[in-house]
């Protein structure tokens, strides 16, 4: 069997600085930029939940500020999800990860957080991984 070297076809960079969310809000990642790569997929993992729902979703733009951005919804964009067009964190889910992955043509892309019925919270971070590099620009 022939092995493949993984390392040197993805990068890994932050998409959610890890943080605790105690509030009902909206916590915007971090932008990403797919250009030289042709997958995405984000990695998003919950510490200690208390309290609350937290739902996760991705936004795709062509713009670097994400002007444009628009949400990706499972019928149109996404390769594969949990739930749906998002992926969500419940008082069982502490110390878990999830993964979302991302087909949108687009150049651009970040994840956004909805937290409700939140007043302890939870503590989320997140990486994106890019992979197969290519000639995607």
Same mark, same amino acid.
């Given at each position: 069997?022939?092995?493949?070297?993984?390392?040197?076809?993805?990068?890994?960079?932050?998409?959610?600085?890890?943080?605790?969310?105690?509030?009902?809000?909206?916590?915007?990642?971090?932008?990403?930029?797919?250009?030289?790569?042709?997958?995405?997929?984000?990695?998003?993992?919950?510490?200690?939940?208390?309290?609350?729902?937290?739902?996760?979703?991705?936004?795709?733009?062509?713009?670097?500020?994400?002007? #444009?951005?628009?949400?990706?919804?499972? #019928?149109?964009?996404?390769?594969?999800?949990?739930?749906?067009?998002?992926?969500?964190?419940?008082?069982?889910?502490?110390?878990?990860?999830?993964?979302?992955?991302?087909?949108?043509?687009?150049?651009y892309a970040r994840i956004k957080l909805v937290s409700t019925a939140?007043?302890?919270?939870?503590a989320f971070s997140a990486v994106a991984i890019k992979g197969n590099k290519g000639s995607r620009s």
């Amino acid at each position: 069997m022939q092995a493949y070297d993984l390392y040197s076809n993805i990068e890994v960079v932050n998409a959610l600085t890890a943080l605790t969310i105690d509030s009902d809000t909206t916590t915007v990642g971090e932008i990403i930029d797919t250009q030289g790569y042709e997958s995405l997929v984000f990695a998003v993992k919950s510490e200690t939940i208390t309290d609350g729902a937290f739902a996760v979703q991705i936004f795709a733009g062509d713009e670097p500020a994400m002007g #444009d951005e628009v949400v990706v919804v499972k #019928d149109f964009n996404l390769a594969d999800t949990l739930l749906d067009t998002a992926i969500s964190f419940a008082l069982t889910d502490d110390n878990t990860v999830k993964f979302i992955g991302v087909v949108s043509g687009k150049r651009y892309a970040r994840i956004k957080l909805v937290s409700t019925a939140t007043t302890d919270g939870g503590a989320f971070s997140a990486v994106a991984i890019k992979g197969n590099k290519g000639s995607r620009s």
